[in-house]
């Protein structure tokens, strides 16, 4: 088992739609978790960090679920700027190590 | 506002070729990083610097090599390149120690190894 599983997509949205993906992360003693975005073929960015009580930006949401063993990101009201492979990230054992997903690849269709 | 800046930005190399990746942040960060990723696999951490003076090997080192050259500098070396090098290599850096969960990349750089 991977240790950070993602769903690869892509999931294809119309504009305006709420989409919702999870990430699930094989390590229970993990304390720290972030989404990242990527554009195509451009670096990864952060998005937000999540939270234990959850974590509201805008549009996106993040929670996380300890018990299952996972997080995930809503994205409400979605634009077409918001097509990109969003990135599920957990510490490891130093705060220097996080491991990374393969990634959600969204594409939203106008 | 230049960030974290990647030289070069694609490379293409026969097999057994040696090259240096260079990256540098204007941020006055301490931790800098690099990372490979290839299709269908999350980013993986070659080596980091947790601050100047100091390297450490990450989760796939072998075949590679670097230096911290400076607070603003960390170059990746290999020594003889292998078609399994075939990447997207990153740079980062960050601050706070990589408490924050927060790095900023460079715009990447493509090596393709024949």
């Known amino acids: 088992r991977k240790e950070v599983e993602q769903d690869p997509g892509p999931f294809n949205v119309p504009e305006g739609a709420t989409v919702a993906f999870n990430c699930t992360y094989s390590n229970s003693a993990s304390q720290s978790f972030f989404w990242y975005r990527q554009d195509c073929r451009k670096e990864p960015k952060l998005l937000m960090s999540v939270y234990s009580s959850g974590n509201e930006d805008g549009r996106f949401t993040a929670q996380l679920n300890r018990a299952s063993q996972y997080i995930s990101l809503l994205i409400r009201d979605s634009k077409l700027s918001d097509s990109a492979t969003y990135l599920c990230v957990v510490r490891g054992d130093s705060n220097y190590q996080l491991i990374w997903g393969a990634g959600t690849k969204l594409i939203i269709k106008p | 506002n230049a960030g974290v800046t990647q030289t070069p930005k694609f490379q293409v190399l026969k097999t057994g070729q040696s090259m240096t990746l260079q990256c540098a942040q204007d941020?006055?960060?301490?931790?800098m990083y690099w990372y490979r990723q290839d299709p269908g696999m999350g980013l993986r951490l070659i080596y980091y610097?947790?601050?100047?003076?100091?390297?450490d090997k990450g989760e796939v080192p072998n075949g590679y090599n670097v230096s911290r050259l400076n607070k603003r500098e960390f170059s990746l070396r290999l020594e003889s390149a292998a078609p399994s090098q075939t990447s997207v290599y990153f740079c980062?850096?960050?601050?706070?120690?990589?408490?924050?969960?927060?790095?900023?990349f460079g715009e990447g750089s493509r090596l393709t190894v024949l």
């Open positions: 980062a850096s960050s601050t706070r120690q990589g408490v924050t969960g927060e790095l900023f």
């Open positions: 941020m006055n960060h301490n931790s």
């Open positions: 610097s947790a601050s100047e003076g100091t390297t």
